[in-house]
């Protein structure tokens, strides 16, 4: 029989959380089951603490109340938070057509959805402020850091609605963030970095030169990693509406050596520039990427 631990554990995965529709819903599931999972090791060494505690008084707001605390003890504790830090974190989420494309339940856009929505989570809870950028040739959508909690409904909402469409172009909107954020924070890219290599990181080591830290998030599908179609296909370019028609096992072996020699390429370039990159994949955990954000902030302070 499976325990309540176990049971938040699920929603780490994306094809469980799929089949839920509100992404308030969905962030808080995902995060509570990577809490879950911190207490287990080799993760017990992280502390994701929200809040103090102290004693509810009357007149006190019951919105602060904490029902689990509560649960365990028979007795109100409100949650008391510490003073903000001064740590601001931009979500830079690529809605491009390709981002569109998915070989089952998910689509690299849903799943960069759900991880952005869960970190946002996450570090509004411990007190950072957020910010959320949409783009796809250019920017759509920026809603500058925040750090109220209420804000989070706001920077979900627009994740919700968000679509992918258009041609990809990452180096523009990188340029034009890193001329825009003057104070030093935290930027996490979520894209399938579908572009040309130097152009991303150009701009990738433009926030760094500003003395940013970043993160990248490159999120493929498994079928545009290992290109594992079995039979005879018509491929559809979701920027363009370019059809090529191919038989997969012809093209299968060079394809794999071209998409790891990109992938390469990324990884050591982000490496030599101190970048982080972490490959993700469509039907995979979120635990990984969200333990790398963990890392990262240990790192830089808070």
Known sequence: MATAAEDYRHFLQPATVSKLANLDLIARLVVEGFI?????????GFSVEFAEHRPYNPGDDIRHIDWKVYAKTHRFYRKEYQEETNL????????????????HAVSKLAYATWLSASLAYLMMHQRDAVGLVTFDEKIRRYLPPRSVFSYLNVLLQEL????SA???????????????????GLIMLFS???DDPQEILSGLKHFRHNHHEVIVFHILDPYERHFDFKQ???????ETGEKLATQPWQVRGEYRQMVAGHIETLKRQCRENRIDYVLMDTSESFERALLQYLVKRKRIGG
């Not at 919700?160 to 679509?163: L, N, S």
């Not at 041609?167 to 990188?174: H, M």
């Not at 005879?232 to 979701?238: G, K, N, R, Y």
Request: net charge positive; proline share 3%; no cysteine.
């Open 166 to 184: 258009a041609q990809t172009r990452i180096a523009p909107t990188l340029h034009q963030m890193a001329e825009r954020i003057h104070r030093r």
């Open 88 to 103: 601001k974190a931009w979500l830079l989420v690529d809605a491009s057509g390709s981002m569109g494309f998915s070989s």
């Open 232 to 238: 005879d296909a018509i491929f559809v370019d979701l």
């Open 160 to 163: 919700h609605k968000t679509e």
């Open 192 to 194: 399938d970095l579908l």
């Open 36 to 44: 879950t999972g911190l207490h287990r090791s080799p993760y017990h």
